[in-house]
C-alpha cells in the first residue's frame, strides 16, 4: 500500500470522526488539535478507526505519533510493512 493509499484511508476516517474538517485546508504537519476542535474524544475515535482500518492494535503509547496526518501516514506505513514483511 503506498502512501498516498493510507493518506486517503486516513483522511477518510478522520472525516468520519470530524467531518467539519476541510481536507483542501488540512495542514498534514500540524496537530488536529491546533487546527481544529478536535477533542480528546474525537482523537480516541480517529485512533481507533485507524486501528480497524488497518487492521492493527495501536497502543495508546504510540498515540502521539498520530497527532497530525503526516505522523498518522508514516506511524501506519511502518506498521503495515512490519506486518506484510511478517506474512
Given at each position: ?7 486517503a ?21 500540524v ?43 508514516d ?13
Amino acid at each position: 500500500m503506498t502512501h498516498e493509499e493510507i493518506r486517503a484511508l486516513a483522511v477518510e476516517k478522520l472525516l468520519q470522526v470530524a467531518p467539519d474538517i476541510d481536507p483542501d485546508q488540512l495542514d498534514p504537519a500540524v496537530p488536529l488539535r491546533g487546527q481544529y476542535d478536535f477533542d480528546s474524544m474525537d482523537f480516541l475515535n480517529f485512533a481507533i478507526a485507524l486501528g480497524r482500518e488497518f487492521q492493527m492494535d495501536i497502543p495508546e503509547k504510540d498515540y502521539a505519533e498520530l497527532q497530525n496526518l503526516d505522523g498518522a501516514v508514516d506511524y501506519l506505513a511502518r506498521n503495515i510493512g512490519d506486518s506484510a514483511s511478517g506474512e
